[in-house]
T-cell receptor, first 117, second 112 residues
Framework: EPEVTQTPSHQVTQMGQEVILRCVPI?????FYWYRQILGQKVEFLVS????????KSEIFDDQFSVERPDGSNFTLKIRSTKLEDSAMYFC???????????????FGEGSRLTVL | AQSVTQLGSHVSVSEGALVLLRCNYS??????LFWYVQYPNQGLQLLLK??????LVKGINGFEAEFKKSETSFHLTKPSAHMSDAAEYFC??????????FGQGTTLQVKP
């Protein structure tokens, strides 16, 4: 069964360092997402991406964050200068499209745990 | 704007007992509704979804949920809890832009 894969599973970094989290969405999916879950809290939307551009972003997704799909398969989230409060589990998700049997369903990766020291 | 509210951040049941996790939604249009499960140190797995077909939706692992428009609810149930059901459960709704909006989550504890 196709799945979303994320790397690394866990990354520890120093405050102020740049971090890139990588995701390989399901191959025929068109919509891509990043979510964040701070320990013990709800899953929060960060950004959605479609047709090679950001389609929506939350207030959390400030200038320190960026996303790109550099090669048609990977989907990356970059945090330019990490802060302590960026420590969280980051989930990538993908979706096939607006219509069809999987309408609305997002498929999530296992997550990348980021620890900022 | 669409939103979901999960009543009860922590639910504890005995093994074999009924599981009931509550979710209420707020939406101005017929919603898409989902329940996801997160086992410790794992990602989010879809349990079931409502997409305006049958109001009683059956999912994996014996879970089901009933969409009740009059109550704006989409509660998750399972007749008999198993130890392996211990996890975090998230109700979610799909916004008109396609993103999922999650509830606060409910931790299910199953006691032997």
């Amino acid at each position: 069964e196709p799945e979303v894969t994320q790397t690394p599973s866990h990354q520890v970094t120093q405050m102020g360092q740049e971090v890139i989290l990588r995701c390989v969405p399901i191959s025929n999916h068109l919509y891509f997402y990043w979510y964040r879950q701070i320990l013990g809290q709800k899953v929060e939307f960060l950004v959605s991406f479609y047709n090679n551009e950001i389609s929506e972003k939350s207030e959390i997704f400030d200038d320190q964050f960026s996303v790109e799909r550099p090669d048609g398969s990977n989907f990356t989230l970059k945090i330019r200068s990490t802060k302590l409060e960026d420590s969280a589990m980051y989930f990538c998700a993908s979706r096939a499209g607006l219509a069809g049997p999987n309408t609305g369903e997002l498929f999530f990766g296992e997550g990348s745990r980021l620890t900022v020291l | 704007a669409q939103s979901v509210t999960q009543l009860g951040s922590h639910v504890s049941v005995s093994e074999g007992a009924l599981v009931l996790l509550r979710c209420n939604y707020s939406s101005s249009v017929p919603p898409y509704l989902f329940w996801y499960v997160q086992y410790p140190n794992q990602g989010l797995q879809l349990l079931l979804k409502y997409t305006s077909a049958a109001t009683l939706v059956k999912g994996i692992n014996g879970f089901e949920a009933e969409f009740k428009k009059s109550e704006t609810s989409f509660h998750l149930t399972k007749p008999s809890a198993h130890m392996s059901d211990a996890a975090e459960y998230f109700c979610a709704t799909s916004s008109n832009t396609g993103k999922l909006i999650f509830g606060q989550g409910t931790t299910l504890q199953v006691k032997p």
